[in-house]
């Protein structure tokens, strides 16, 4: 491949003049037209934001003038070039007006740059393949927008502490809320089983190999579960309170260091309230729609994988 000379004086330059010269159409991208051969190219453009020179065709069948980036999901994007910053920013500890102030984008497009995201978390999720030994699931409790209204996030996390699939239920208020939730909100579902049900089905198409062994804390109905999905593989049920009981005498002792079997899940989920903005407690960031909840969490996971989109 022979290079422009001036193309060679920057790496961006190069990256532009290599996909100028790299993309060859397949397919015309109009629905109704057929044609798979016949193109001529015509012209080009510069995006000035991502310093990229791309060429431009035309289908010699129907006249419609495409190019590379007409198929891609960030076509018609202005500023393409901050979608993977904002995928980037929110799984860091940033709200979505914190990462509007960062971007210096109006919080509506932030908004909608955050909705698109499903876009590519969809492209992705039949690719996001794993292998491994060993998993640990647990559920985390949450709120939606008042404690009267809680929410449960159904986690499974691998022996590598890579988040695999998470999911956002209803739940009903306990305690002493329970009667004011009530109340104030009606009566909640509770969807969490029908949740952990479906991320261990998900978890099935993204696991290469069934794992050899699965563990968890000792809630009714877990074992069921894991017989339904995974009947060949080992699993270990860990008791919490026993677990309290023995970090309350070990507390007295001054001896921290004892070996907790759940440590994965249990680090993983205070890294979530950490890394995600709106499941940090004590906090006036909270999820408003269970939807964008999971849309949150389905980033996270993505983020696990990939380096760009
Ligand atoms: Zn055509």
Redesign the pocket.
Known sequence: MILHRGALRSGIELAGALSLMSFCPQK?P?PD?H?STAFIRKGHFRIRRIHLKIRKFQ?K??K?IFSSRTTKPDYRHKKMDLNFKLAKLIVEGNSLRSCSRILQLSYSNTYRKFLWLKKIVELHKDKLKCRTHKIQFDELETIHHTKCKPLSVALIVSEEYLLLEAQVAEMPAKGRLAEVSRRKYGVRQDHRKEKLRESFKNLTKKLVSPPEVIESDQRPGYRQLVKEHFPQSQYLQYNRSEKERLQARLHEKQNKKKFDPLFPINHKCALLRSHIKRLTRRSWCTTKKPENLQLHLDIFILMQFVKSF
């Open positions: 015309c109009n037209c044609s289908c069948s129907c419609r």
